[in-house]
Nanobody, 116 residues
Framework: QVQLVESGGGLVQPGGSLRLSCAASGSIHSINAMGWYRQAPGKQRELVARITIGGGTNYADSVKGRFTISRDNAKNTVYLQMNSLKPEDTADYYC??????????WGQGTQVTISS
């Protein structure tokens, strides 16, 4: 079992920045990759960014150049630095963990609202 605790969401104006954090605990030795997904009202959940245990990353096209995912292995924490935020980035953001046995775990979600 892996437990995830997210933080860092909130309300910010367009063009602003936020940093999301997700701390993992439990069976962290089984983690293969960590990532962030988001779900806007009326839309499907989509991958935002993902980082593997080896440091490889991939991003949704809509956030490339604006968002950066990083990982602190010592703290078992993954971060999502979000810059140049747009209203269309408004969504609930969920931390995701993939284990080596392909089981996935999800955080409780944190709300991000971009509005003036």
């Amino acid at each position: 079992q892996v437990q995830l605790v997210e933080s860092g969401g909130g309300l910010v104006q367009p063009g602003g920045s936020l940093r999301l954090s997700c701390a993992a605990s439990g069976s962290i030795h089984s983690i293969n990759a960590m990532g962030w997904y988001r779900q806007a009202p009326g839309k499907q959940r989509e991958l935002v960014a993902r980082i593997t245990i080896g440091g490889g990353t991939n991003y949704a096209d809509s956030v490339k150049g604006r968002f950066t995912i990083s990982r602190d292995n010592a703290k078992n924490t993954v971060y999502l630095q979000m810059n140049s935020l747009k209203p269309e980035d408004t969504a609930d953001y969920y931390c995701n963990v993939e284990t080596i046995s392909t089981v996935e775990y999800w955080g409780q979600g944190t709300q991000v609202t971009i509005s003036s």
